[in-house]
């Protein structure tokens, strides 16, 4: 079965570059969610699409911009990227809002490990 | 705002004992209740989840979890460890403001 497909699986950057992250959902799966999990740390909850609009936003910060495409895949944009943000970038999917899509949950890609140098 | 507090760091156990990892949550209404495993580097696999019903619920991998609302808990559990079980596991909580709330994770490692 399709999963969530994430790219790059690593990736490489100095501070104060900037770096994109995609996300391509189950196909079907309208809604996608981005988090952040930090050496040791467990996931942080950055921001959700539903329906190609913003549905819910957490710790993300400002030099941080997501979007979702028509074909309801995502786009994670970093900019001034700090040695902070070295951490293993979650993306994950799920049919309709999580109230509404009871039965199927999310489902997580296998991330992005992002390390600033 | 909901919150997961998961007790225990590690747990070391040895293989064909059980296991069980405690799970805490904090929130108002009926929560939905996960159970995801992280092997390392790898992403969060579901194991199971909790909406409504029977409290008793079954996953892969022979997991199963228990929710008891008295307690606020959702506790894991499987009767008979495998070595392929050592890994990272996540409790987490959701709520109709379409996000989950992970614990900060519990590493089961397993001896021989």
């Known amino acids: 079965a399709a999963g969530v497909i994430q790219s790059p699986r690593h990736l490489i950057k100095e501070k104060r570059e900037t770096a994109t992250l995609k996300c391509y959902p189950i196909p079907r799966h309208d809604t996608v969610y981005w988090y952040q999990q930090g050496p040791g740390q467990d996931p942080q909850f950055l921001i959700s699409f539903y329906e190609k609009m913003q549905s819910d936003k957490g710790s993300i910060p400002d030099r941080f911009s997501a979007q979702q495409f028509s074909d309801y895949h995502s786009e994670l944009n970093m900019s001034s990227l700090e040695l902070g943000d070295s951490a293993l970038y979650f993306c994950?999917?799920?049919?309709?809002?999580?109230?509404?899509?009871?039965?199927?949950?999310?489902?997580f890609g296998s991330g992005t490990r992002l390390t600033v140098v | 705002a909901q919150s997961v507090t998961q007790p225990d760091i590690h747990i070391t156990v040895s293989e064909g004992a059980s296991l069980e990892l405690r799970c805490n949550y904090s929130?108002?209404?009926?929560?939905?209740l996960f159970w995801y495993v992280q092997s390392p580097g790898q992403g969060l696999q579901l194991l199971l989840k909790?909406?409504?019903?029977?409290?008793l619920v079954q996953g892969i991998k022979g997991f199963e979890a228990e929710f008891k609302r008295s307690q606020s808990s959702f506790n894991l559990r499987k009767p008979s460890v495998h070595w392929s079980d050592a890994a990272e596991y996540f409790c987490a909580v959701g709520s109709n403001d379409y996000k989950l709330s992970f614990g900060a994770g519990t590493t089961v490692t397993v001896r021989a």
């Open positions: 909790y909406f409504s019903g029977d409290t």
């Open positions: 929130y108002g209404a009926t929560p939905y």
């Open positions: 994950a999917s799920s049919l309709g809002l999580l109230g509404e899509a009871a039965n199927y949950g999310y489902t």
